[in-house]
């Protein structure tokens, strides 16, 4: 026969157990939620800094198309002034070529110098996405670290 002492220290052991299974398994349960949510922030937060550079990006580009627009209308602009106030001098031929040609030249030098800059920072924005890229999914590693399940067993 079993004695009542046994008999109850088992019924306790066995309802101790059982309580702490469902806190365990509770606490894995909460766990699994913060994370989800967590992961969901880390996705918005890197759809959001993505956008960000591509606004940038855009800004950026609007802003050199608009100084090449302004530098066509001042270079058309000192050409005709150029072109005028020589024919008003009564000067023609190859000094004033070579004066038409020098300003065609350095609107020529100032397009692709800014082309140039904005060319590097197309770069600089492509490498800074790469970088958020890295950083979301160590941030994602870092939040969906693996859950301990408790186990009867």
């Known amino acids: 026969m079993c004695d009542p002492v046994s008999a109850t220290l088992a ?5 101790s157990s059982m309580s702490q299974y469902a806190g365990q398994r509770k606490q894995a349960r909460q ?14 937060r890197f759809i959001q800094e993505q956008s960000a550079l591509r606004m940038r990006q855009a800004q950026e580009q609007e802003a050199m198309n608009r100084e090449l ?3 066509s209308v001042k270079s058309r602009e000192a050409l005709s002034r150029a072109g005028v106030s020589a024919g008003e001098a009564g ?16 609107e020529a030098d100032y397009r692709v110098a800014i082309t140039r800059q904005q060319e590097l920072k197309d770069v600089n924005t492509g490498l800074a996405l790469t ?7 160590n941030n994602q590693i870092g939040i969906n670290k693996p859950i301990n399940y408790p186990s009867f067993l």
């Open 91 to 106: 000067v023609s031929g190859a000094s004033v070529d070579a004066l038409l040609d020098d300003y065609t030249r350095q």
């Open 31 to 44: 766990q699994q939620r913060y994370q989800s949510q967590a992961a969901a922030a880390e996705r918005q």
């Open 131 to 137: 970088d958020a890229g890295y950083r979301t999914m």
């Open 11 to 15: 019924v306790v052991s066995v309802a």
């Open 69 to 71: 627009g302004d530098i």
